[in-house]
């Protein structure tokens, strides 16, 4: 890493002059620790061109997908790497100025961004999406390919807009048809910058790797600033009711003793009526968005109350508030419900099963789970605290009596 007096890390910005442009502005005001140094091309294909002739640059923040998209595939990401999401808030700012214009929303086309986050956010607020074209960037799909999508679509539907997250693509079809190019939202150029700091500080230790929370919830929360304070973290709007968060794998480890518990789901819990928090834990920040999109998604299926902590390689912690919703621990669960609620695998219940059943009153303790498993006590404890957490256990009391700290017995009740 390389720095100087004046600034912690050199972060090269990689795009168009007038959005590499919008991003100084913006680290001048709250990233004022850092020198952005302007990669700037005329044309995405530049995009590798421009990144080799600066290898001077800590890390590079790309202002779209398609040249981060093209330089990792020309193996040029050699250091901290992130792109600005397009979706969120600057979808939301794009949709105000379509409808302020008097057009349809609901027969656009859009270019580069995956089809069900556009569903979801024009869901979100009301717009049909059923003649909504979209058409999402993978490797090999040029601006001609682009610019031949929204022109079909405008034959379909004649008088639609076309809206695009390239330049070269906006250069193409403006003069054929309604077009609006999306720009980055502040909040999302903060959220990138942001993320992309905490990479670089992340490099230090495994315990500062970059964690991207996405936060849902049924109305505004004002109060979700101040709680995050407890993560030493960051949070953004990126719609009415939804939020992007940025901590370190550390703070986060440590606030819910190692993947166990929720303090922050608890605290939201009592003001909503639902709550979902989805975590990713990464060594990039696109990593970690991944992640991040992962987890909440499988919020959705794991109950009303749930936090899911992503760390990559098919791990996922899921936490559940059950004291939000007393009468959930009474409903009769699957084999598969109780492991998706315990973030366990269904393989790992069938031995927890045996280990109960081995014990006429249904009572365990980490030594016996970890003897059942194969695993070390700590793992055993952790297990048992994610199944106390899902509603499927409960301590009550501890046996032993000599020195040491005595072991606390579980109830566990994993029958259907």
């Known amino acids: 890493m390389s720095s100087n007096a004046e600034h912690a890390y050199r972060i090269g910005v990689v795009g168009p002059s007038d959005l590499v442009s919008l991003v100084k502005r913006v680290a001048a005001l709250e990233f004022t620790d850092h020198l952005v140094v302007p990669?700037?091309?005329?044309?995405?294909?530049?995009?590798?061109?421009?990144?080799?002739?600066?290898?001077?640059?800590?890390a590079l923040l790309f202002t779209g997908v398609i040249p981060y998209t093209l330089a990792q595939t020309a193996g040029?990401?050699?250091?901290?790497?992130?792109?600005?999401?397009?979706?969120?808030?600057?979808?939301?700012?794009?949709?105000?100025?379509?409808?302020?214009?008097?057009?349809?929303?609901?027969?656009?086309?859009?270019?580069?961004?995956?089809?069900?986050l556009v569903v979801e956010s024009l869901a979100h607020v009301g717009i049909p999406t059923g003649d909504v074209a979209t058409m999402e960037y993978h490797s090999g799909i040029d601006a001609?390919?682009?610019?031949?999508?929204?022109?079909?679509?405008?034959?379909?539907?004649?008088?639609?807009?076309?809206?695009?997250?390239?330049?070269?693509?906006y250069e193409l079809i403006r003069e054929d048809m309604p077009t609006i190019r999306?720009?980055?939202?502040?909040?999302?150029?903060?959220?990138?910058?942001?993320?992309?700091?905490?990479?670089?500080?992340?490099?230090?230790?495994?315990?500062?790797?970059?964690v991207l929370g996405i936060v849902e919830l049924p109305e505004p929360?004002?109060?979700?600033?101040?709680?995050?304070?407890?993560l030493a973290g960051s949070v953004f709007p990126t719609g009415s009711s939804s939020y992007v968060l940025v901590s370190t794998r550390g703070v986060l480890a440590q606030h819910t003793c190692d993947w166990t518990v929720m303090p922050l789901l608890e605290q939201l819990a009592e003001r909503h009526v639902w709550v979902r928090i989805g975590l990713g834990v990464g060594r990039s920040a696109a990593d970690a968005e991944v992640l991040a999109?992962?987890?909440?998604?499988?919020?959705?299926?794991?109950?009303?109350?749930?936090?899911?902590?992503s760390v990559g390689a098919g791990r996922d912690f899921v936490i559940t508030d059950t004291e939000a919703d007393p009468d959930r621990a009474e409903e009769p669960l699957s084999r598969h419900i109780a492991a998706r609620r315990a973030g366990l695998s269904q393989a790992t219940l069938r031995k927890l099963e045996a280990a109960v059943?081995?014990?006429?009153?249904?009572?365990?303790?980490?030594?016996?789970v970890a003897t059942a498993l194969g695993i070390e006590p700590r793992s055993a404890r952790r297990t048992l605290k994610q199944l106390e957490r899902a509603g499927l256990a409960r301590p009550v009391g501890t046996v032993g009596s000599g020195a040491g700290r005595p072991a606390v017995r579980y109830a566990v009740r994993l029958d259907t």
Request: net charge negative; aromatic share 4%; with cysteine.
């Open 221 to 230: 929360d004002d109060h979700l600033a101040d709680d995050i304070r407890a």
């Open 39 to 58: 990669l700037t091309y005329r044309g995405e294909a530049q995009a590798v061109d421009v990144i080799t002739a600066h290898p001077d640059v800590d």
């Open 182 to 210: 999306l720009a980055p939202a502040i909040a999302s150029v903060r959220t990138a910058l942001d993320t992309l700091t905490m990479e670089l500080a992340g490099r230090i230790s495994s315990d500062a790797q970059v």
């Open 144 to 169: 001609q390919r682009l610019a031949a999508f929204h022109r079909q679509h405008t034959r379909n539907h004649p008088g639609s807009v076309a809206i695009t997250c390239v330049r070269s693509v």
């Open 293 to 309: 999109r992962r987890a909440v998604e499988r919020c959705r299926t794991a109950g009303p109350f749930t936090a899911v902590v």
């Open 357 to 368: 059943a081995a014990h006429p009153d249904n009572k365990v303790t980490a030594a016996d």
């Open 76 to 116: 040029a990401l050699t250091k901290p790497a992130t792109f600005i999401d397009y979706t969120g808030a600057t979808l939301y700012g794009a949709l105000v100025q379509l409808m302020s214009n008097g057009h349809d929303p609901s027969h656009i086309s859009i270019d580069t961004l995956a089809r069900p």
